[in-house]
């Protein structure tokens, strides 16, 4: 039967054509920037091959909620990282088994623990010959776990252990090139009495909604994590000390003009915002007591009557200058 040119019909059917191909086309976009992230550091592979001795047990928790989330995919993911062919769901996971079996069969006729990229490399090269002729890829493209275990669980920004790190490779490269970065500590105003009021799924819809709104704000080079609670930090590249206060105060009355939350009851202001803001090199030298310049700061743009910002006062001595001063270990 020849189809109404213009029907609803056809139109209906373009519609679903279209969502499916853009939808495809996300997911394939997904898989790939999943696999171009995988094993930047070893030890994430190692994690799922069975090596967690030399792995933090902080990692363990997300490394796990990763494995659930998964499922099975994660066995497509973890063999197209190392050798850069895509398998089918039910071949993944039988050949990561079979992999894993022979890596510890390795270790125990060498008497050393065999690492996963090697069993890999062995196994399908030399005893399955299902692959001939195929490369690991390169360490550098390997880095796709490490953003889930980077990501905070519940806002989707960088977590607390991934700032400290950050941090301290910022300041010593800033060190190096004799270059200037900024540090900005914020603390949301009056969210205490928000989450008493409306409850904790609320309060975790605003800090999620709050998080958007700080990723939105900052240009692609910026890190902003959640340091905990209901408190944020930002790392500003290429920031002196004025460029971050302009940016912390253009940022504070924004925040203003969402009136995220809306008025709670008992409280003269809706959710705001403070934001303490300290820079390399005038406030500090090393981690620690940037840290503390900007954590300071925003002690006192709190004590100031919140929803404002405050830069870092010098101290004589500097922090660095003072007995048993900080260093980046």
């Not at 054509?17 to 696999?35: G, L, P, Y």
Request: net charge positive; hydrophobic share 35%; charged share 30%.
């Amino acid at each position: 039967m020849k189809k109404r040119k213009g029907s609803a019909f056809t139109r209906k059917l373009e519609e679903t054509n279209t969502a499916w191909c853009e939808t495809s086309v996300a997911r394939v976009q997904e898989m790939k920037d999943f696999v171009r992230w995988m094993s930047k550091d070893v030890a994430v592979l190692d994690y799922f091959a069975g090596d967690v001795d030399h792995i933090s047990r902080g990692l363990w928790e997300p490394m796990e909620r990763l494995r659930k989330n998964k499922g099975q995919e994660l066995y497509m993911d973890l063999l197209q990282a190392l050798t850069h062919q895509r398998f089918s769901l039910e071949e993944a996971k039988q050949l990561w088994d079979e992999i894993i079996v022979h890596k510890y069969y390795m270790s125990e006729k060498m008497g050393r623990n065999v690492g996963i990229k090697i069993a890999v490399l062995d196994y399908l090269n030399n005893q399955s010959g299902r692959i001939k002729d195929f490369q690991l890829l390169p360490v550098k493209e390997l880095d796709c776990l490490l953003l889930f275990v980077n990501e905070d669980g519940l806002t989707g920004l960088y977590n607390h252990r991934y700032f400290q790190e950050h941090l301290r490779d910022e300041v010593m490269c800033c060190q190096r090139y004799h270059r200037a970065f900024s540090l900005l500590f914020l603390d949301l105003d009056y969210f205490k009495p928000y989450n008493d009021n409306f409850g904790h799924m609320k309060g975790d819809m605003l800090l999620r909604e709050i998080s958007d709104f700080l990723k939105a704000a900052c240009r692609e080079a910026d890190i902003v994590a959640r340091y905990g609670g209901d408190e944020f930090t930002m790392i500003l590249p290429e920031s002196n000390k004025q460029e971050a206060l302009t940016f912390a105060r253009r940022l504070q009355k924004d925040f203003s003009r969402r009136k995220f939350g809306g008025r709670v009851p008992g409280l003269p202001l809706p959710v705001t915002i403070s934001i303490g803001v300290a820079s390399f090199p005038d406030d500090g030298q090393f981690t620690e007591e940037l840290i503390e310049m900007a954590d300071k700061a925003l002690y006192r743009a709190k004590r100031a009557g919140r929803n404002c910002v405050r830069q870092a006062e010098r101290t004589y001595p500097p922090p660095s200058r003072r007995k048993g001063h900080y260093r980046n270990n």
